[in-house]
């Protein structure tokens, strides 16, 4: 293995979470970045596990510093990034580092680092995408809506990306991905 850093990306509720659960139990020598965010966590989300929780202070003192690999502001509410010193340290140790990200952060590492490869994850058809946003039922129908809205922009973009991997069997593309990451 070698210490490439890979960035999986596509809309909200493509499965972008399922797969990096999946992989992480399967491929645990594949480090995955965990996030900063603004919002406040969901059910179950353990702060330094699923992301980091900070306040806009926090998150602003952070792009300050320079600290950020990438980061945007979410459906005009809530922040998200990617810390890049920890990225940095597992790449310069070697390590195939995962980055589970939205779009706009894929454009970004893109420009960041050059070599990184990007890997859009797309859903099986667009009724299913709807099927899986609607059916989380962690968010009013007027968040829905904008993700719908976003994603229908975010899945004009897949040509933007290195790789395309239609979500149809989480397994699948565990082994898809993986077998990207250690080429």
Same mark, same amino acid.
């Given at each position: 293995?070698?210490?490439?850093?890979?960035?999986?990306?596509?809309?909200?509720?493509?499965?972008?979470?399922?797969?990096?659960?999946?992989?992480?139990?399967?491929?645990?020598?594949?480090?995955?970045?965990?996030?900063?965010?603004?919002?406040?966590?969901?059910?179950?989300?353990?702060?330094?596990?699923?992301?980091?929780?900070?306040?806009?202070?926090?998150?602003?003192?952070?792009?300050?510093?320079?600290?950020?690999?990438?980061?945007?502001?979410?459906?005009?509410?809530?922040?998200?990034?990617?810390?890049?010193?920890?990225?940095?340290?597992?790449?310069?140790?070697?390590?195939?580092?995962?980055?589970?990200?939205?779009?706009?952060?894929?454009?970004?590492?893109?420009?960041?680092?050059?070599?990184?490869?990007?890997?859009?994850?797309?859903?099986?058809?667009?009724?299913?995408?709807?099927?899986?946003?609607? !059916?989380?039922?962690?968010?009013?129908?007027?968040?829905?809506?904008?993700?719908?809205?976003?994603?229908?922009?975010?899945?004009?973009?897949? !040509?933007?990306?290195?790789?395309?991997?239609?979500?149809?069997?989480?397994?699948?593309?565990?082994?898809?991905?993986?077998?990207?990451?250690?080429?």
């Amino acid at each position: 293995m070698h210490s490439r850093l890979t960035v999986l990306s596509g809309p909200s509720g493509v499965g972008k979470s399922t797969v990096v659960a999946e992989l992480r139990r399967s491929s645990p020598q594949i480090w995955q970045s965990i996030s900063v965010t603004t919002r406040p966590p969901r059910p179950g989300e353990v702060d330094g596990r699923d992301y980091f929780f900070v306040d806009d202070a926090g998150f602003d003192r952070l792009i300050a510093d320079g600290a950020m690999l990438e980061w945007a502001r979410l459906y005009g509410r809530h922040r998200y990034g990617t810390p890049r010193g920890p990225v940095e340290e597992k790449l310069k140790e070697g390590v195939p580092c995962l980055l589970e990200i939205d779009v706009a952060g894929a454009r970004q590492v893109r420009r960041a680092a050059p070599d990184a490869r990007l890997v859009f994850l797309a859903p099986p058809s667009w009724e299913e995408l709807v099927r899986r946003l609607t !059916g989380r039922g962690t968010e009013p129908p007027e968040v829905v809506a904008r993700r719908l809205a976003v994603a229908k922009q975010e899945l004009a973009a897949a !040509g933007e990306f290195d790789v395309t991997l239609v979500n149809t069997s989480v397994a699948t593309v565990c082994r898809r991905l993986v077998a990207l990451m250690v080429q």
